[in-house]
């Protein structure tokens, strides 16, 4: 790969450079040099091929930092080595400052010259290869645990070694290790699916399973609040735990990760019955016959998650038991995402403050309906990286920002997660049955028991029974549910989207943050 790599060298002292450029003539590089800044630029005017600039900093004439300022000018992705006498701090400063790639302090030696071309030039191979050897041998391992029955905080691990190889894969530009990462993450939700249908009913009735939404605020939250703490819980509609680890480096500028844990959502893993369950502290069923009037079924008409306010000042009045001022935020738009930018310091006079966030929920739905959406976030990869540039830019970061001034603990969070779907399965049911793709509730439901956990009797897993023979399936893995109707073309449709109210990994396994200002 070296005889094809290009170097142009600027220098006034360039004799004196001879022992480094034979070595590295004879390693295969090819190099250009010359004595000034002005030569330099016209050399990079005339030969676009060259592959990286070694540039001295006290050049006479346009010195090393002018030379520089106008490479960049006109070709910003050229990797800009300066070599200097000078370690002033200041020199250095400006020379980071302007985006040089690296730099070496005269005089320099063969070595090290090679070392910053392996790390320029050969850094993204080197990358992929170590990552790709890595992972090769890592896979093995995990696909041993994935067969040896994982209890459900080993399946919490599986599932993070997977993301933080996915997200190493991402950048590794290796698209066989991709592929057979993308194989190990189906066949880890194919046995993920077997033991949450296996084990889901006895967890609802006996109470020995994970931390789930109904019990998390009251397990994770107000012990701090118990302490005289002041509290933030922002709750990240739809947020994965692979979106969290994408965020999290932009988190912690400002705040310091405490702890990362995690909970289980309940099914359906969609909002209407997880997020109330986890403001109202208790199950659907338990929601329905406190507030009736609070809780719609799913086919009724309205606000599926409007009393969630309601719901969460009755937990906080029966599990604190003393009086504290707490409030409740929604964010479902622009303006309300400014306004709470604007009140931000004033939240902090409570002592807790709970902030619904939708902003990734309604990114998955609108991909689903807007072609250019499906153009921006086509894979994982862009739909990971599309949550990381609207939250660098967003609203909620700034308001971070400004909370992050005053002594509280943020708990950040989520209801559910989200699966990319690819499996259609069909479905009969009635008219009254949810249009939701990855549940339905309903009466005489037909359906292919091999994509699905059925629930006959739903109030035995804290689920509302709509009529007496209502029964509740979810599917498993990546299936979604169609209606014979149209199938063709609502299976086109909906391939390749993202859902949720369903069995995976993604959907389940939910991060819980806790993090103090820095």
């Known amino acids: 790969m070296t005889e ?18 034979f070595f590295l ?32 900093e006290s050049m006479p004439g346009l010195s090393g930092l002018e030379t520089l300022s106008r490479i960049k000018a006109k070709s910003p992705q050229l990797p800009i080595v300066m070599i200097t006498k000078n370690e002033a701090e200041n020199i250095m400063e400006e020379a980071i400052g302007s985006q040089i790639d ?49 209890d459900f905080n080993q399946w919490v691990d599986i599932y993070k070694r997977i993301i933080s190889w996915e997200i190493k894969l991402d950048e590794s530009q290796n698209p066989e ?38 019990d998390l605020m009251k397990t994770k939250v107000f012990p ?22 994408i965020i999290e480096p932009l988190i912690s500028e400002i705040y310091r990760v405490e702890e990362e844990d995690y909970f289980y959502s309940i099914l359906p893993t969609a909002t209407q019955y997880s997020r109330n369950a986890i403001f109202a502290g208790m199950l659907p069923s338990e929601i329905q016959s406190k507030f009736p009037e609070d809780w719609l079924l799913d086919y009724e008409e309205g606000g599926k998650n409007a009393s969630e306010d309601k719901f969460l000042y009755h937990q906080v009045q029966k599990i604190i038991k003393r009086d504290i001022k707490s409030d409740y935020v929604k964010v479902t738009n622009v303006t309300s995402a400014r306004h709470l930018l604007d009140n931000a310091l ?6 807790l403050t709970a902030v619904v966030y939708n902003f990734i929920d309604m990114l998955s739905h609108s991909r689903t309906e807007m072609e250019v959406l499906k153009e921006l976030a086509g894979d994982e ?31 950040v969070t989520t209801d559910h997660g989200t699966i990319r779907v690819n499996n259609s399965s069909k479905v009969l049911a009635d008219r009254e049955t949810t249009t939701n793709l990855r549940y339905k509730v309903g009466k005489n439901l037909q359906f292919d028991k091999r994509d699905v956990l059925e629930i006959k009797n ?7 029974k709509p009529n007496m023979s209502s029964s509740y399936i979810f599917a498993k893995e990546d299936i979604f549910f169609l209606y014979p109707n149209n199938y063709s073309y609502y299976n086109n449709f909906f391939k390749d989207t993202f859902q949720h109210g369903g069995i995976s990994l993604e959907e389940i396994i939910c991060p819980f943050i806790r993090l103090v200002p820095r």
């Open 346 to 351: 004033n939240y902090m006079n409570n002592d």
């Open 102 to 150: 690296d730099y070496l302090i005269k005089p320099v030696n063969p070595n090290q010259i090679l070392l910053t071309l392996k790390k320029i030039i050969d850094n993204k191979r080197l990358i992929s290869e170590k990552t790709a050897t890595d992972y090769r041998q890592e896979f093995n391992k995990i696909s041993m645990d994935i067969l040896s029955g994982p």
């Open 25 to 56: 003539e004879k390693k295969g590089y090819q190099i250009i040099t010359v004595s000034n800044g002005h030569d330099a630029l016209d050399v990079l005017e005339e030969d676009n091929q060259i592959d990286v600039v070694f540039l001295d």
């Open 224 to 245: 701090t609040l118990a302490l005289g703490k002041k509290v933030v819980f922002l709750l990240l509609d739809n947020l994965r735990f692979d979106q969290w680890k």
């Open 381 to 411: 990869k862009a739909y990971r990286s599309l949550t990381k540039s609207w939250f660098l830019n967003s609203p909620l970061f700034s308001t971070l920002k400004k909370m992050a001034e005053r002594d509280i603990v943020l708990f």
């Open 458 to 464: 739903p109030l035995e897993v804290g689920l509302p």
């Open 177 to 214: 290790m991709k592929e057979i990462l993308i194989m190990q993450k189906s066949d880890a939700n194919k046995e993920f699916s077997k033991y949450i249908i296996k084990h889901y009913e006895s967890w609802m009735k006996s109470k020995n399973g994970p931390l789930q939404s109904q």
């Open 4 to 21: 094809q790599i290009k170097i142009l060298w600027a220098d006034d002292e360039i004799e004196l450079l001879k022992p480094q450029l």
